[in-house]
Every structure is written in C-alpha cells, then in structure tokens.
C-alpha cells in the first residue's frame, strides 16, 4: 500500500532551504524525491531537460493550464513556472514522499488541489540574521538586499499556512528537524494501517 506524502516547504530568500532539502535528499535518498518544475524560460548550457526543469516553450504551457495539469503555477519576470499534478503523482506512486520547494503562494495553490498535503515553512533566527547571511554572499549591492528583505518579509508572514515549522539558527539541528517531520508522518495511524494491514486486521476488535 501507498504511504507516501506530499510536501511544500517554503521559506524567505537567505533561510536555507536549499541547502537544507540538498542534504535531506543526500540522506534520505531512498524514500525522498523533489518534483521537477515546468518552466518556458530558456535552457542555459549545461542543463538537461527534466533534470533542474522540464522546459516547455509558453505555448505548450497555456495549453498545460488550460487542461489544467499544473497544481500551481506562477509568472516570474518574463518566465512561467508550474507544477504538473502528474508528475507528482507518479512519485507518490513509486512509494518515495515528493517535497516541492515553493513559496508560499504556490504552497496554498498545491494544498487547495490536494489537502492532504504537509506544509513546512523554515525561517531564520532572526531578521537581523537574515539579513546578514544576505550580505554575506557579497554578490548584492544595498538596493538588492534591501528589496530582498521586502520580499522575504512578506514570504515570511504566511508561515502560518504551514503545519510546521523549522527554525534554521543551527543547521544540523534544522535538518534533524527537517528529517523527523519527514519520517514522523510515515508512522500516524491511518499511514501505518495502510503499511502493515495484515498486523492491523488481525487485531481483535475492543472490546469492554
């Protein structure tokens, strides 16, 4: 029986989510995937479709949204960027948890299609540690990072969409938290009766 989840997790720019779900993957390789997006952008060398993207070309994903395939999509600059229901679908259905890495609009856009999906939200420390791993990079002048703090405040005031959330201030500690919401929802009740339906069933009823 099928027991694999869906996940969304979402967080501002600078909160390492990338970094984390990289290494979660590293160690849960057999039973946790990522959901390649569709994207109309152009292919850059070096990349392989289906691999960082499946690229479509905009005409073939307007017809993707009008058949609506996509569990969320969203316009980002110039580009189009979505989720097909199929392709996670068919993750679901070789048994491995799908986590797709989203912001929060695109998380509420996949839970409204499918409920049962789990939202984790990471967020840093604090904002001022936010903005310091910002400037860190060095790649950003201020009216960049500033723009990015605008964005990753209001990425981090829908936190409360989520059902949990991970503090990333130390980063083992975020991805053993990352890694136990994960495998935690492998053993809920109805997950278990689903894997171990013969043990369940030959159960005695309750009895007074």
Not at 31 to 45: D, F, G, N, Y
Not at 81 to 103: C, F, M, P, Q
Request: some cysteine; charged content about 25%; hydrophobic content about 40%.
């Amino acid at each position: 029986m099928n027991t694999a989840c869906l996940f969304t997790i979402s967080a501002p720019s600078g909160a390492g989510k990338t970094s984390l779900v990289k290494s979660l993957l590293q160690k849960r390789a057999e039973s946790v995937t990522v959901c390649v997006s569709h994207s109309t952008r152009a292919i850059r060398p070096g990349e392989v479709d289906g691999e960082a993207y499946h690229f479509v070309s905009p005409q073939q994903f307007d017809t993707m949204v009008e058949n609506d395939e996509f569990l969320e999509h969203a316009q980002v600059f110039d580009n189009y960027y979505g989720t097909a229901r199929a392709s996670v679908e068919s993750l679901l259905a070789s048994g491995k948890h799908v986590i797709l890495e989203i912001d929060w609009q695109g998380a509420r856009q996949v839970k409204a299609k499918m409920p049962e999906t789990i939202g984790i939200f990471i967020l840093p420390p604090s904002r001022e540690e936010l903005e310091q791993r910002l400037r860190d990079r060095g790649t950003d002048d201020e009216s960049v990072i500033a723009r990015r703090m605008r964005d990753a405040e209001r990425e981090m005031s829908h936190y409360h969409d989520a059902e949990y959330l991970v503090i990333n201030d130390d980063f083992e500690q975020a991805l053993f938290d990352l890694d136990a919401i994960i495998h935690t929802q492998g053993l809920t009740l109805a997950r278990q009766r689903l894997k171990n339906r013969a043990l369940i069933e030959s159960i005695p009823a309750e009895s007074d």
